[in-house]
């Protein structure tokens, strides 16, 4: 076998499984966000919003104290 044809088969092997890998890896990537996704990525919507936009409010805004 000339050294042309076993790089030719090296390469050609070598490509296939660099291809398999990528498939697999795109496929379980795909699987994991619809798992996410099914658990809307975590966010806890039972307990709802613990925001309390009165703390954060504007006070005395535009007032002035000549």
Not at 18 to 23: D, E, M, S, T, V
């Amino acid at each position: 076998m000339t050294p042309n044809r076993s790089a030719e088969i090296q390469a050609k092997k070598t490509f296939e499984g660099f291809i398999k890998w990528c498939k697999t890896s795109f496929y379980w990537i795909m699987a994991i966000l619809i798992i996410l996704a099914w658990c809307n990525f975590g966010i806890d919507t039972e307990t709802g919003s613990q925001y309390n936009g009165e703390v954060y409010a504007p006070m005395n805004m535009g007032k002035s104290y000549d």
